[in-house]
Each structure stands twice: as structure tokens, then as C-alpha cells.
């Protein structure tokens, strides 16, 4: 089957950096994406990679390993506002599909 | 440009019911895709859509139906209303060239 494993729920403190991490196992692979949700919300992209490395937008990179099958979202200079859920996505066998991660639910304290 | 539109925000459906969930879209895209998400959980494809006139299953098509006549609207039909169905619905759309898919708001449904 297909799945992708990210954790449940990571708690960091205002001005810190955090990383969420993502394995998966799915039948084919384009790309992974990160996507941020707040309570209530609805789900925004963050960042996408298709390639090994690390991409940085602002505050928040994204990693990926294709051989590992395993990416990570580094947040940086946290902030409240960044308490949401993260879920990791990946364009697998399907050119059209995104197959979902549970998300993790970051926790941030002053 | 109001994006990707959702109407009702929410709905309460006894058993046995049916209702249509509405999603529009001002970005003239090509894809677009139903999901629930149950609570604490991922988002589960229901139906998505390459343009007008094709659609297709996802993972949990079972109970649900849709239609794409317009590359605009995008409604996601519930036959026969369970519990089972009581979640939020999010409608999305994507360019066909790039990453991002853009969400609604949702549709919260409740089946009681």
C-alpha cells in the first residue's frame, strides 16, 4: 500500500527551529509537498520538492531525499502564529493525486 | 478574484438524505478534487477532475458522485446520507503546470 508517516504532534518554544519529518512509501514519486492548516481552516501550500536538497522560502525550508524516501520542513524563528497542523503530501503513481500524510500538529509555547 | 469558492459552510443531513456540495473556481484550472477530512486526520481523495467533462475516483469515492460540465463548478453529490459521511469537505483546484493546489473553506457535514 501507500503511506506516508509524519508525527502526531511536535512541540517547540517562540523563537526556536523545528523540524517535522516525513517518510513515505508510495508506488511512484513526482514531488513532495508541504502544506500548513489552521484550526478551523483550510489547508495552504508551503513548499514543494521534486528534487534531493533542501529548498528555502523565508523562514521555512524543505528537504527531500529520494534515495531515503524521507523530507523534512524546517521552521525557523518560530513564531505563534505558526501553531497549526503540517501535512506532508506526495504526487505518487498518479500524475493527478496527492496521497496525505495525518499531519502534525505543532505546538508552540512562549 | 475570489479563488475557490464553497457553499454551504455548513450542513446538517439526517440519514438517508442527499445533498449537493458546491465548489466553484475563478482561476480557470484545469484539475480540480473533492477531499474529507475526518478530525485529527489527513485528507482522503474523493473524486478529482483534469478538466471539463472527465472525471474520476479517488481513495473513498463509495456514496459520493460529481460532475464537471464547466471547467468553473465542480459539485460533489451525497446519495443516501450515513454517518459515516459526517466530516469536512474541502474542494481544491490546481494549474495544470504547477504544484499548488488551492483550497476552499470546506463544508462542514454533519449526519445525524
Known amino acids: 500500500g501507500q503511506s506516508l508517516e509524519q508525527p502526531s504532534e511536535v512541540t517547540a518554544v517562540e523563537g526556536a527551529i523545528v523540524q517535522i519529518n516525513c517518510t513515505y512509501q508510495?508506488?511512484?514519486?513526482?514531488?513532495l509537498s508541504w502544506y500548513q492548516q489552521h484550526d478551523g481552516g483550510a489547508p495552504t501550500f508551503l513548499s514543494y520538492?521534486?528534487l534531493d536538497g533542501l529548498e528555502e522560502t523565508g523562514r521555512f525550508s524543505s528537504f527531500l531525499s529520494r534515495s531515503d524516501s524521507y523530507g523534512y520542513l524546517l521552521l525557523q524563528e518560530l513564531q505563534m502564529k505558526d501553531s497549526a497542523s503540517y501535512f506532508c503530501?506526495?504526487?505518487?503513481?498518479?500524475?493527478?493525486?496527492?496521497?496525505w500524510g495525518a499531519g502534525t500538529k505543532l505546538i508552540i509555547k512562549p | 478574484n475570489a479563488g475557490v469558492t464553497q457553499t454551504p459552510k455548513f450542513r446538517i443531513l439526517k440519514i438517508g438524505q442527499s445533498m449537493t456540495l458546491q465548489c466553484a473556481q475563478d482561476?480557470?484550472?484545469?484539475?480540480m478534487y473533492w477531499y474529507r477530512q475526518d478530525p485529527g486526520m489527513g485528507l482522503k481523495l474523493i473524486y478529482y477532475?483534469?478538466?471539463?467533462?472527465?472525471?474520476d475516483k479517488g481513495e473513498v469515492p463509495n456514496g459520493y458522485n460529481v460532475s464537471r460540465s464547466t471547467t468553473e463548478y465542480f459539485p460533489l453529490r451525497l446519495e443516501l446520507a450515513a454517518p459515516s459521511q459526517t466530516s469536512v469537505y474541502f474542494c481544491?483546484?490546481?494549474?495544470?503546470?504547477?504544484?499548488?493546489?488551492?483550497f476552499g473553506p470546506g463544508t462542514r457535514l454533519l449526519v445525524l
Open positions: 482561476m480557470n484550472h484545469n484539475y
Open positions: 508510495t508506488s511512484g514519486f513526482y514531488g
Open positions: 481544491a483546484s490546481r494549474e495544470g503546470t504547477a504544484e499548488t493546489q488551492y
Open positions: 503530501a506526495v504526487r505518487g503513481g498518479s500524475n493527478y493525486q496527492l496521497i
Open positions: 477532475s483534469v478538466g471539463a467533462g472527465i472525471t
Open positions: 520538492n521534486a
